[in-house]
């Protein structure tokens, strides 16, 4: 069984494609064809969710509430069933300049990759594909965005293979395409 062209066709309403889709392909495609099928372009995998408490802004016209994490300056709570699948290919990416593109990442559902959860906020973030290097910003977010356990200060930064990202208490794992594989090949073994 060979892989479809690209992922485009794959992805769901809010970004995502099949753990499962991609796992049951692995089997029978190399590293090289399966970075074809993702475009070459890395991917969010679902992590693990923050333990913490929620509790209500005083801006009553945004809904988006605070969120206390439990664990500060600790690894997250262990990945749930439903996060653990949970993978965002990061090709939904609309073009601003001729060397810029854009993947927003957010609670609405105008956001290439959509976090239905009221600890993310309307636009939480960006990540930005600048020159071959993938950017994240922090778009003044209620809970902010970290970065392996730190949290988002600077204006931007420059991701790396493997980078812990948090969205709030939602965490995800960037994989480059061909980590992605052996991370899949591993898993099933």
């Known amino acids: ?32 064809e399966f970075a074809t099928f ?6 969010l ?9 929620f509790a209500r802004r005083k801006c009553e016209h945004d809904q988006t509430l605070m969120f206390y994490s439990h664990e500060e300056h600790e690894s997250a709570a262990p990945s749930t ?8 290919p990061l090709v939904k990416c609309r073009p601003l300049t001729n060397h810029i593109e854009s993947f927003t990442i957010g609670r609405l559902s105008s956001n ?4 239905a959860d009221f600890a993310v906020s309307k636009h939480h973030a960006t990540l930005e594909l600048k020159f071959g290097q993938y950017i994240l ?6 809970n902010g965005t970290c970065v392996n356990n730190k ?12 980078d812990v990202i948090a969205f709030a ?9 061909e980590s992605l594989y052996y991370q899949l090949v591993h898993w099933q073994g």
């Open 1 to 32: 069984m060979h892989m479809p062209a690209t992922v485009d066709s794959h992805l769901n309403a809010s970004g995502r494609i099949s753990l499962s889709l991609l796992a049951e392909h692995i089997l029978t495609t190399t590293a090289n």
């Open 45 to 53: 995998a679902g992590a693990a969710i923050r333990r913490g408490c």
């Open 151 to 162: 949290p988002l200060i600077t204006q931007e930064h420059s991701l790396q293979d493997g």
């Open 112 to 115: 290439d990759l959509v976090i």
């Open 169 to 177: 208490r939602y965490e995800f794992v960037f994989f480059n395409p």
């Open 81 to 88: 069933a439903e996060l653990d699948k949970v993978v965002y």
């Open 38 to 43: 993702l475009c070459h372009r890395p991917v």
């Open 137 to 142: 910003i922090d778009c003044q977010s209620t």
